[in-house]
């Protein structure tokens, strides 16, 4: 067969060696690419191995009328081996051109994977800097859980909704879409004058020229890519700066801002309780993004700035994502399968609540998740397949692991526990293993001896005990 034929059934990164795919000069193969996925034990096709990213810059247009958009990425890397080509997750949308530091590199697609081959290989430990220039018409993933939940880019009456958990981020911009890659984000948007664009961190300026309005938005502190979201709409949008907290910063759909008026004004009052319980606030900002029902099917713990349809607006499930602003967005798992990481800690949390202000001590929650056949359908810690890590186990099984927890150590050390684990780990990631093994050093300095059971039975156990 020709050279061009042999190419054409090789991997795009090496092809892209075949070919010279630089622009210029012969190519310095002392490099080699980066993998394409991390190995996550349940999603294997997600993230890119060869660089740690450090920053995006997005730079987006949208229009509703439409539903394009169009967009420039800028990704900050550093390179963590000898590279000659790595990959960007992207999904849909076409790609106009690619460039690595100021110089045009070519770029190949085979499904989700964009392979980007710089013009010169780069080395180890250098920070370098590529632009993705795209469009097209953003799509929706469809997860494979049992209710096929809908992520990426929402189309919404008036304009659209990108929500992330677990791969949709990549349907809008292409990046290293994996937990265990966290970077700081600049997201710029601009839209049709009458439109609001709301994202996460803090809205650095808004300008208005002609029929457009581009917002600035800034997130500060590390995020996973799946936390990253954009609400574009005609929203009802609030400010205020709390005299002992963050800012808050709400946006409420304009057909539901009166329904939604209640919970909103709770805010405030569950960051008081969420900082006595769990330690320092990590991030500078927080809020809520609120739309009606049928636009989204699911709140979403998005960074600083919760998604949630009007249907699940109350009082719990806004406990349950504040909650995840420690534990998930700042202290967020290093693979899907340390999920329950974030889901048991967020429902533990809505438990403590109950127990502080409706009557309903954490134990009768921990007794009545103990009886759902549905919760012990497999380990918290080991959820068996992609389809599987948001089902029940993860939540109230994670849930009843704090629990047991907490009746073995006793109030004040489960506090220590649960403040330290946020603070120790702040803007890292975390596996169940670091979680087991700080959870016993602190156990032990409190001359606590954890019974192994805590682990076999509630975090690793398959089969449910005779009694609670």
Same mark, same amino acid.
């Given at each position: 067969?020709?050279?061009?034929?042999?190419?054409?059934?090789?991997?795009?990164?090496?092809?892209?060696?075949?070919?010279?795919?630089?622009?210029?000069?012969?190519?310095?193969?002392?490099?080699?690419?980066?993998?394409?996925?991390?190995?996550?034990?349940?999603?294997?096709?997600?993230?890119?191995?060869?660089?740690?990213?450090?920053?995006?810059?997005?730079?987006?247009?949208?229009?509703?009328?439409?539903?394009?958009?169009?967009?420039?990425?800028?990704?900050?890397?550093?390179?963590?081996?000898?590279?000659?080509?790595?990959?960007?997750?992207?999904?849909?949308?076409?790609?106009?051109?690619?460039?690595?530091?100021?110089?045009?590199?070519?770029?190949?697609?085979?499904?989700?994977?964009?392979?980007?081959?710089?013009?010169?290989?780069?080395?180890?430990?250098?920070?370098?800097?590529t632009v993705v220039r795209?469009?097209?018409?953003?799509?929706?993933?469809?997860?494979?859980?049992?209710?096929?939940?809908?992520?990426?880019?929402?189309?919404?009456?008036?304009?659209?909704?990108?929500?992330?958990?677990?791969?949709?981020?990549?349907?809008?911009?292409?990046?290293?879409?994996?937990?265990?890659?966290?970077?700081?984000?600049?997201?710029?948007?601009?839209?049709?004058?009458?439109?609001?664009?709301?994202?996460?961190?803090?809205?650095?300026?808004?300008?208005?020229?002609?029929?457009?309005?581009?917002?600035?938005?800034?997130?500060?502190?590390?995020?996973?890519?799946?936390?990253?979201?954009?609400?574009?709409?005609?929203?009802?949008?609030?400010?205020?700066?709390?005299?002992?907290?963050?800012?808050?910063?709400?946006?409420?759909?304009?057909?539901?801002?009166?329904?939604?008026?209640?919970?909103?004004?709770?805010?405030? *009052?569950?960051?008081?309780?969420?900082?006595?319980?769990?330690?320092?606030?990590?991030?500078?900002?927080?809020?809520?993004?609120?739309?009606?029902?049928?636009?989204?099917?699911?709140?979403? *713990?998005?960074?600083?700035?919760?998604?949630?349809?009007?249907?699940?607006?109350?009082?719990?499930?806004?406990?349950?994502?504040?909650?995840?602003?420690?534990?998930?967005?700042?202290?967020?798992?290093?693979?899907?399968?340390?999920?329950?990481?974030?889901?048991?800690?967020?429902?533990?949390?809505?438990?403590?609540?109950?127990?502080?202000? *409706?009557?309903?001590?954490?134990?009768?929650?921990?007794?009545?998740?103990?009886?759902? *056949?549905?919760?012990?359908?497999?380990?918290?810690?080991?959820?068996?397949?992609?389809?599987?890590?948001?089902?029940?186990?993860?939540?109230?099984?994670?849930?009843?692991?704090?629990?047991?927890?907490?009746?073995?150590v006793g109030n004040d050390?489960?506090?220590?526990?649960?403040?330290?684990?946020?603070?120790?780990?702040?803007?890292?990631?975390?596996?169940?293993?670091?979680?087991?093994?700080?959870?016993?050093?602190?156990?032990?300095?409190?001359?606590?001896?954890?019974?192994?059971?805590?682990?076999?039975?509630?975090?690793?156990?398959?089969?449910?005990?005779?009694?609670?």
């Amino acid at each position: 067969m020709d050279r061009r034929t042999l190419v054409r059934i090789l991997t795009p990164a090496v092809a892209l060696l075949l070919l010279g795919g630089c622009t210029g000069g012969g190519i310095d193969v002392h490099g080699k690419p980066g993998a394409a996925g991390v190995r996550d034990p349940l999603f294997h096709k997600l993230g890119n191995g060869g660089y740690d990213v450090q920053h995006y810059a997005l730079t987006l247009h949208y229009d509703p009328a439409t539903n394009r958009l169009e967009g420039t990425a800028e990704i900050t890397a550093r390179a963590t081996q000898d590279l000659s080509a790595f990959n960007l997750d992207l999904h849909g949308l076409t790609v106009e051109s690619a460039a690595v530091d100021g110089k045009k590199a070519a770029a190949n697609r085979a499904g989700d994977e964009l392979t980007v081959r710089p013009h010169r290989d780069l080395d180890k430990g250098k920070t370098f800097r590529t632009v993705v220039r795209y469009s097209g018409t953003p799509e929706v993933i469809v997860d494979k859980d049992k209710d096929e939940s809908e992520e990426g880019w929402l189309t919404t009456a008036d304009g659209a909704l990108a929500v992330g958990e677990p791969a949709g981020s990549m349907a809008w911009f292409p990046g290293n879409n994996h937990p265990s890659d966290k970077a700081t984000y600049d997201i710029t948007v601009t839209v049709p004058k009458g439109l609001q664009a709301i994202s996460n961190g803090e809205l650095t300026s808004r300008r208005t020229a002609g029929d457009r309005t581009t917002f600035a938005w800034k997130s500060k502190e590390p995020m996973a890519s799946y936390l990253a979201t954009l609400a574009i709409g005609k929203y009802d949008v609030k400010r205020s700066s709390p005299a002992s907290g963050p800012q808050v910063l709400t946006a409420v759909d304009k057909t539901v801002a009166d329904d939604s008026a209640e919970v909103l004004a709770q805010i405030p *009052e569950i960051m008081e309780w969420a900082k006595e319980n769990f330690g320092t606030y990590p991030f500078s900002s927080i809020g809520a993004i609120v739309v009606p029902d049928g636009e989204v099917e699911y709140a979403l *713990e998005t960074q600083t700035r919760p998604v949630f349809p009007q249907k699940y607006f109350d009082t719990e499930t806004l406990v349950h994502e504040i909650a995840h602003q420690w534990y998930g967005n700042s202290v967020t798992p290093k693979s899907w399968k340390d999920m329950w990481l974030n889901e048991g800690f967020a429902t533990y949390a809505e438990w403590i609540w109950a127990e502080d202000f *409706e009557g309903t001590p954490a134990q009768e929650s921990f007794e009545a998740a103990f009886d759902a *056949e549905e919760n012990w359908e497999f380990a918290p810690a080991d959820p068996p397949s992609a389809a599987q890590v948001s089902d029940a186990p993860v939540y109230y099984r994670g849930a009843m692991v704090l629990h047991k927890l907490r009746q073995e150590v006793g109030n004040d050390v489960f506090y220590e526990i649960m403040q330290g684990w946020a603070a120790e780990h702040r803007y890292g990631n975390a596996s169940t293993a670091d979680f087991t093994s700080y959870v016993e050093k602190k156990a032990k300095k409190a001359g606590k001896d954890l019974d192994r059971e805590l682990w076999n039975t509630w975090l690793y156990g398959k089969d449910k005990p005779a009694h609670p």
